[in-house]
Structure formats: C-alpha cells, structure tokens
C-alpha cells in the first residue's frame, strides 16, 4: 500500500503515469481531472474516483484553489508502484 496525503497548486500537471494497482482519491479541497484512454474523470472537494490497475493517466489540478487531496495505491509488491507512460498521449480534456 501507497498512502500520499498531497497539496498541489492550481494549474499542476502530473506526469504521464500507471500504477501496478488501483488507485483511489478522496478530495479535501479543490478540484482535480484525470484523463485515462477510456475516460475523463472530475471531482471536487468531498468526491472521489478510482484509477483501475495499469491505466495510463494524465491528472491535472483545475479550478482556482489548490487541491489537497488523499491517495491510496495498492500495488504488486512485486512491482514498481508509479511507471511513466510514454506510449500514450493525453489529449488534453482536462486542459479545458
């Protein structure tokens, strides 16, 4: 298990990643977007959304104020938990 308690400022992309599990989100404050090849996914402040294992993903902090967020990923022990994503591309929904 991964647990992150995470402050970011408006305006903060991610790098392109997976993880070896899921990952699941509960936001304290403010706003995030991830984008997945499947989907585009929001939540805000009291909200939360899970990311299946091996999904690439682009996460972005949207609105105005920053996002304080908790994060739990259970990943394969044997396996790197965080993994860049380099063969798939966002394409930028969540700029929007």
Not at 15 to 42: D, N
Request: charged share 20%; with cysteine; hydrophobic share 35%.
């Amino acid at each position: 298990l991964l647990f992150i308690e995470g402050v970011y400022a408006p305006g903060v992309t991610l790098f392109t990643h997976k993880h070896s599990g899921p990952e699941a989100f509960y936001l304290l404050e403010g706003e995030q977007c991830v984008e997945t090849p499947a989907a585009v996914l929001r939540a805000g402040p009291g909200e939360g959304m899970v990311v299946p294992a091996n999904t690439p993903m682009s996460l972005r902090t949207t609105g105005t104020s920053r996002r304080r967020v908790l994060v739990l990923i259970i990943h394969d022990g044997d396996q790197r938990s965080t993994t860049p994503v380099r063969d798939w591309a966002p394409s930028g929904q969540c700029l929007r």
